[in-house]
């Protein structure tokens, strides 16, 4: 027999208990602990549990169970496990599994009914309960008001109704110490906690655990993606029953929204906002609902996202990642996460905890005490895979069942439609945000961890003028668009599984676009000519370089064409295009005449803008210079980073940037290829050598200048000898910059919207802006999403890292633009001239559809809007504001509008726009994207 069960532990009281162990440790005490608290052993002392010093521990040791957690095994007294031995005690010692230490104190006793195994979990979880609710007493500087002689009174009653098989009387019992630690609580704190069970869930835990977890008694929340919904759906139809069956009584919340969780923070708005509709369309098919709040595992924040998840309907999102990456914090579990736009969404912004770590239960009541002194809703989050929790986990579970006296567990849904409303803001800034999809690219060796990104951009470049092409086909046209009109999906490529290229998806669907809009374009009366047909997909006027190779003689230099050329291989101009507009490039024999200089002199390029020398040495950019400040602004070579050697102890520590090994440029070859009024071209050629003039590469550049443009292009092509090392921000081939000004400011685009950044770390698919005394220098990516600052002044895009398949990229340097993204979309991607036998336009050589007066706003999509009668009555459009500062104006039409307003994402009107004629005026705060839609008068 038993007459007291108890636990040594190395503390004098409450007030110092060993909370802060970890692994095995916590797991051994918190088993040691809860062990202690089994029905049959309660039953069997008359009495609770008890606890030790484990440096003092009891002299009578006569028919004692003595439980011993690993923490105190080195320190008791020598002979003590001889003399409890010799006295007849039972002696568990140094175990971490609680039902190992059940079965041996369990060996001591009689064996009883099926009842006290049964409620042994309740009695398990009251103990846990005792302990953390007198350890948050002392956490939130109260002393214990709790009547210990009630309480013990009514746990030993409860254990012996268990051991008699009085079910109904042991749970009254039960109840009744429950509610009696929720009193003891709720004298310092009256306010129930929130508690959110966040199950994660993968394509490889689809089965009988996520089934159970679903079914759960207390409410669940599922983590998981549209994508994953369909696969469910399809292939898991209990599991889609029972989702959607407790979602219609309100005991399952859903976390999600997107299709695929990608990267997001590379992805253009329109991509993003495609990838929540399909989302929602999925979860809909699945499961007849869809997240009213957003969450995703993978890594993916953005300070765009607010305004997008409130025009979407959302009530809340999870500010937090269970996934590599750094993230803005908050010191407050519900916090308003506020936009680049000022708009701001409920968001829960602290980490979920770890419901696998005994480390994370033997401290609950500190988490707990610290979110109920600091925070304005008093809230814990635990995540785990379905039934992958530790016992700890499920014992705060049981506790939930009889009451609130660690918290009430709730869906996310009622979680932010019940409690406070957050007030305070997070420090949610964008340079907060940083991701490791390219080291997570390096980790799993796949193919492209660069490209991949820069080929899913230039992709959806296309969709995005074929869109644009093709409702202008229909509004010139004015029949409306058709249920028969197909569109691809945009790539949204999940970096875990990168897609093959679909360029000529892309170039077959633009082919067929420009056709569409040749087609519709009203014709002059006069005869056919041979000519190419320019678009311009931006509603900006886009300044550029097209080559006509199909004409028999360059066109005349006069509107839209500033200066044409050609050499043995091809004729070429610089035309300008209005925005959403057209231009007519008729060949022309008096155009080889021209007064207009050359733009190449030896290894210099020079037009009206800057002046770019050619390194004869290195076969780089020496310097760029502007003919309004003095200086170098800008220098450029082509290089490997390798890491520094590893410092001997005692040396003055060297950041990586500073012990960074980079490898020399050396050209074998400088051709000025082209020389025109038009163009002008420089080609390069040599090798990287690293030290003892090893090779590591060989290298091709083509820097090439048009007249009237502010943008140096720069084709560069390597062939990598030695492979980088698989740390790849240290380790790569790169394109850098050097500046002279340390104290530059950088700029880049997050969503479109020009954003500031102060990290050695930029992640950017259009731009990077380095905005010095002398003037802005922005580096046009060409969708090369990563580049590294480092000594303030040099910046490294990286092109090839460890992995890297793809050998020749596309870069452009821009002196001094006005706005740098629709030069950056520009550069991006705009369709070739087409080349067609038909009269000009009767609009003239050149002609404009839309007119967007603020130049710091965009339109980002372009539809018609359909009529009954299959007419176009309209368009539908989305405004962004993009240089993060308030817009202003208005958008001019080809033709009179009757009323037009501004939507949310789901298509409902808000605002009446003020309409005068053809123009439509707006006004959007600053990073603010609007949809619109208009309806022609």
């Known amino acids: 027999m038993i007459q007291e069960i108890a636990i040594l532990l190395p503390c004098h009281s409450f007030e110092d208990f060993p909370t802060y162990h970890s692994g095995e440790d916590a797991q051994s005490l918190l088993a040691s602990w809860t062990a202690m608290w089994h029905p049959l052993l309660i039953a069997s002392a008359g009495k609770k549990p008890q606890w030790h010093r484990n440096d003092s521990p009891p002299e009578n040791l006569e ?51 099926e009842l006290a195994a049964k409620l042994a979990p309740d009695f398990f979880a009251l103990g846990y309960c005792y302990l953390q609710v007198e350890l948050l007493t002392r956490q939130m500087r109260y002393s214990s008001s709790l009547d210990e002689i009630y309480f013990e009174n009514k746990t030993v009653d409860a254990a012996k109704a268990a051991a008699e098989g009085n079910e109904e009387e042991a749970r009254e019992c039960l109840q009744a110490c429950f509610d009696v630690l929720m009193e003891e609580r709720n004298q310092y704190y009256s306010v ?38 369909l696969k469910i759906a399809d292939q898991h139809a209990l599991i889609r029953d029972a989702i959607a069956s407790k979602l219609e009584t309100d005991q399952l919340g859903l976390v999600g929204g997107e299709l695929v969780e990608g990267p997001l923070n590379l992805l253009d708005p329109e991509t993003l906002l495609e990838n929540f509709q399909r989302g929602r369309a999925a979860y809909q098919e699945a499961f007849g609902a869809s997240p009213k709040v957003f969450g995703r595992r993978r890594f993916g924040m953005t300070s765009f996202l607010p305004q997008v998840l409130r025009g979407l309907g959302y009530i809340g999102s999870i500010h937090a990642t269970l996934d590599d990456g750094k993230m803005p914090v908050s010191n407050q579990g519900k916090a308003a996460w506020e936009g680049t736009d000022g708009s701001t969404i409920d968001t829960l912004a602290k980490f979920p905890l770890d419901a696998t770590k005994a480390e994370t239960f033997l401290g609950l009541f500190s988490k707990l005490g610290e979110s109920m002194d600091g925070e304005h809703v008093a809230t814990l989050a635990f995540a785990h895979w379905p039934q992958m929790t530790s016992p700890w986990y499920e014992d705060l579970k049981m506790i939930a069942r009889y009451g609130k006296s660690l918290g009430e567990f709730t869906t996310v849904e009622r979680y932010f439609e019940e409690t406070d409303t957050a007030t305070y803001h997070g420090n949610f800034k964008p340079e907060g945000y940083r991701t490791p999809w390219l080291k997570q690219s390096i980790v799993r060796r796949q193919q492209g961890p660069v490209s991949q990104h820069f080929e899913r951009e230039r992709f959806n470049a296309q969709l995005e003028a074929i869109s644009k092409l093709e409702t202008l086909a229909h509004l010139i046209s004015g029949q409306g668009q058709r249920d028969s009109d197909q569109h691809s999906e945009r790539s949204i490529q999940e970096p875990a599984h990168p897609e093959e290229s679909r360029y000529q998806e892309g170039d077959a669907g633009i082919d067929q676009a420009v056709r569409k809009v040749a087609a519709s374009l009203p014709r002059s009366p006069e005869s056919d000519q041979r000519a190419y047909l320019s678009l311009n997909t931006l509603n900006s006027v886009s300044t550029r370089g097209v080559f006509l190779p199909e004409l028999e003689h360059p066109p005349a230099t006069e509107p839209p064409v500033i200066s044409a050329g050609h050499d043995d291989q091809s004729k070429f101009a610089v035309v300008e295009i209005p925005g959403l507009g057209y231009g007519w490039l008729p060949g022309s024999s008096s155009a080889s005449s021209t007064r207009q200089k050359s733009l190449l002199d030896g290894n210099v390029l020079r037009n009206e803008f800057m002046e770019i020398h050619i390194h004869p040495e290195t076969g780089g950019v020496k310097s760029i210079y502007d003919y309004k400040t003095r200086g170098n602004r800008l220098s450029q070579q082509l290089s490997l980073r390798m890491p ?118 930029i992640e950017s698919s259009n731009y990077v802006e380095i905005n010095s005394a002398h003037g802005k220098t922005t580096l046009l990516t060409g969708g090369v999403p990563y580049h590294l600052r480092n000594h303030g002044h040099m910046l490294d895009s990286i092109l090839i890292p460890s992995g890297e398949t793809q050998r020749k990229f596309r870069l452009g340097i821009g002196l001094d633009l006005p706005y740098s993204l629709p030069t950056a979309r520009q550069f991006m991607y705009q369709p070739e001239p087409l080349l067609e036998t038909a009269p000009m336009p009767a609009a003239g050589k050149s002609s404009w559809i839309f007119h967007l007066e603020a130049k710091n706003a965009m339109l980002t999509s372009l539809a018609a809007l359909t009529g009954e009668n299959g007419q176009a009555i309209g368009f539908q459009t989305k405004l962004l504001e993009t240089e993060g500062r308030p817009a202003k104006g208005a958008i001019r039409c080809y033709r009179p509008v009757r009323e037009a307003h501004l939507c949310d994402f789901q298509g409902n009107r808000i605002t009446k726009c003020e309409v005068k004629e053809d123009r439509i005026h707006f006004e959007l705060a600053p990073g603010q994207w609007y949809p619109l839609e208009a309806e022609w008068a």
């Not at 005690?89 to 599994?97: E, P, Q, Y």
């Not at 003039?693 to 030695?722: G, N």
């Open 192 to 229: 129930d906690v929130s508690l959110l069970d966040f199950t994660l869930v993968a394509e490889s835990t689809l089965g009988d655990a996520l089934l159970a977890e679903v079914n759960s008694e207390l409410p669940v929340n599922l983590w998981i993606s549209g994508s994953l919904a």
């Open 644 to 761: 520094g050697r590893k410092q001997a102890s005692g040396q003055r520590y060297l950041g990586p940037d500073a012990s960074a090994i980079y490898t020399r440029m050396v050209a074998t070859q400088i051709d000025p290829s082209i020389n025109s009024a038009a163009m002008g071209e420089i080609r390069t050629a040599g090798k990287l050598l690293g030290e003892d003039d090893h090779l590591m590469a060989t290298f091709k550049q083509t820097y090439r200048l048009w007249r009237s443009s502010r943008v140096l292009e720069i084709e560069i092509e390597l062939d990598p000898q030695v492979e980088p090392k698989s740390l790849p921000w240290e380790s790569h081939y790169c394109c850098r910059l050097a500046w002279g000004d340390e104290s530059a400011l950088a700029y880049h685009d997050v969503q479109w919207v020009r954003t500031p950044c102060s990290g050695r770390r």
């Open 63 to 113: 028919q004692l169970a003595l439980v011993i957690p690993t923490i105190c095994t080195a320190d008791l007294p020598s002979g003590f496990s001889q003399r409890a031995k010799q006295s007849g005690a039972v002696l568990v010692k140094g175990l971490s599994d609680r039902q190992e230490i059940v079965s041996r104190l369990l060996a001591e006793i009689p064996p009883a009914n």
